[in-house]
């Protein structure tokens, strides 16, 4: 049986206030782990994902699970739901668009909406994949199953 996993790390920040159209300034770190479990997922590109969200006073150690997919080989989305400290259900939604230039640029920044179980959007988020200290354990951890 075929299986593809890796885990990566994001951080960033967030802001639960939509009005202001800079201001996000709030921690928010992702730790996930996403995974083909078998070819036919992968040739789909549609990977599982799970793992940890702490949005500093918001969402702190919270587990996420969701969706990272690539419906057209430019574009990158990634879904996942989780709860607030409070209890409620959230989600985020998030997505990239890959171009050649500037590169590394679409490959690591990724512009994210914060929303209730509803839909409503209720903030915005700013994640970055820290290609200096995040790639080599990005690396490390992939694990492929034949």
């Known amino acids: 049986m075929f299986a593809l996993q890796f885990r990566q790390r994001l951080t960033g920040a967030y802001g639960l206030d939509l009005d202001a159209r800079d201001h996000l300034g709030k921690p928010l770190a992702l730790r996930a ?20 969200i702490t949005a500093a006073g918001f969402a702190d150690h919270r587990p996420i699970e969701g969706t990272v997919s690539l419906p057209q080989l430019r574009t990158l989305r990634i879904h996942f739901d989780f709860s607030s400290n409070s209890g409620a259900p ?37 994640l970055r ?11 490390r951890s992939i694990e492929c199953r034949v």
């Open 33 to 52: 782990e996403l995974r083909a479990p078998s070819l036919r997922g992968l040739l789909s590109r549609d990977l599982q994902l799970r793992g940890e």
């Open 90 to 126: 959230h989600s985020f939604v998030g997505e990239q668009q890959l171009t050649l230039w500037p590169l590394a640029q679409s490959l690591t920044v990724l512009r994210g909406t914060i929303a209730t179980a509803t839909g409503d959007p209720v903030g915005r988020a700013l």
């Open 129 to 139: 994949f820290d290609l200096r200290h995040d790639l080599w354990p990005l690396l």
